[in-house]
């Protein structure tokens, strides 16, 4: 067994807690930093272990006539926690994310509060159905679903669909590198009720600058660097720095044949201070995926004015800089993402990521947080 489907594995029996309720709460996951995405195999080993799992039931606790916030089963938080951390380790980020009962309670009414009205807001108003302060907070603080509930909703926070989601602000959040407390809200739906999740993302280190990165260079790019099973590359591509300005930057993506791939930049966010960082946002057209071979695409991207020198340990990299008549240093980042489909569509797991975006599944627009 790899080192880490060993680690994924060992996710289940780990019993670290927070918060008052800790002996009843969820274990916690618990990651080596991050995958090496260098590692076919391991990657592969990793993919499996983390997704080819029973998803538990949600066994919620709660009633939307009473207006009752109610509870999830320890086990599909747990689940969620692991999924969550997948995402992380793959991405290079740290991914020992644990879960704070207290933000879970509070998300769990914001979960409610939206089921019941039927309506995704970061902001809802007093008159909003099963409304409470503690929802309120929680739908500032949170990434909001409609229509689904426990991992199915990581990889919808993830794949980021729609027109209100362009600048996938849920992927950023569920990367965003310092962040280490997390709350998760489920609520069961019923009739023409959806099922909700609220994730409580924005801990007290969201403004934190020293975190650690997989990549030297400190960005978090999805797909990440190096292998990535195909069924998690979703339509969106993204590539986040801390405080970088993407005005002008230049993506360009290569086959290994030396073909260009076409693409359309759908978005560049150039936020100084604010949660989720700088992102840059394309759409390219890779074709079908799911060959059953590996393809690998070389991308470039030129032009950007980074907040500052990256650095590995001591050691000062230089990645394309030149004299920028505008205030700040350009650089160019170069990187490599092999897309590996070695699960056929006969496997169990064929089907367990489907594109999200249908008619009984919503995501709003996500909140950012300044300091």
């Not at 995402?87 to 991914?95: E, H, K, L, S, T």
């Not at 979703?234 to 405080?243: H, I, N, V």
């Not at 992102?279 to 390219?284: D, H, K, S």
């Not at 700040?328 to 006969?346: A, E, H, K, L």
């Amino acid at each position: 067994m790899s080192p880490a489907a060993a680690v994924i594995l060992a996710l289940i029996v780990s019993t670290s807690f927070v918060g008052p309720d800790a002996g009843v709460r969820p274990a916690t996951p618990h990651f080596e930093p991050w995958i090496d995405t260098s590692d076919r195999e391991e990657v592969l080993a990793a993919y499996r272990a983390a997704f080819d799992r029973e998803i538990p039931a949600l066994d919620w606790t709660g009633t939307a006539e009473q207006c009752q916030a109610g509870d999830s089963s320890d086990a599909l938080r747990r689940e969620t926690l692991v999924r969550i951390s997948w995402y992380r380790a793959m991405a290079g980020v740290p991914a020992d994310v644990i879960e704070d009962p207290l933000l879970s309670d509070k998300a769990q009414a914001a979960a409610l509060m939206m089921s019941v009205e039927g309506e995704l807001t970061h902001h809802p108003e007093s008159d909003f159905a099963c409304f409470s302060a503690a929802g309120q907070q929680a739908a500032a603080n949170s990434n909001l679903y409609l229509g689904r509930t426990g991992p199915s909703a990581i990889d919808g926070y993830i794949e980021d669909p729609g027109d209100r989601n362009i600048d996938v602000g849920h992927r950023s959040t569920i990367l965003h590198p310092p962040t280490g407390i997390m709350g998760i809200g489920h609520v069961a739906g019923s009739g023409d009720r959806y099922p909700a999740n609220a994730l409580w993302v924005f801990d007290d280190d969201v403004f934190a600058r020293d975190y650690q990165t997989r990549e030297p260079e400190r960005f978090v790019a999805w797909p990440p660097r190096g292998f990535v099973p195909a069924r998690v590359v979703y339509p969106r591509w993204s590539f986040a720095l801390q405080e970088a300005d993407f005005t002008d930057a230049v993506v360009t993506m290569t086959t290994d044949a030396g073909e260009d791939v076409p693409l359309e930049v759908v978005a560049r966010i150039s936020k100084d201070g604010e949660i989720p960082s700088s992102v840059l946002v394309w759409e390219p057209d890779v074709g079908d995926l799911s060959r059953g071979v590996d393809r690998a695409f070389t991308i470039t991207i030129a032009n950007v004015v980074a907040a500052a020198t990256p650095t590995a340990g001591d050691e000062v990299i230089e990645i394309g800089r030149a004299a920028d008549p505008g205030g700040g240093p350009r650089s160019t980042y170069v990187y490599r993402v092999v897309v590996i489909d070695d699960i056929g569509n006969s496997s169990p797991l064929a089907g367990l990521l489907a594109p999200i975006s249908d008619a009984t599944s919503e995501l709003v627009g996500v909140a950012r947080l300044s300091p």
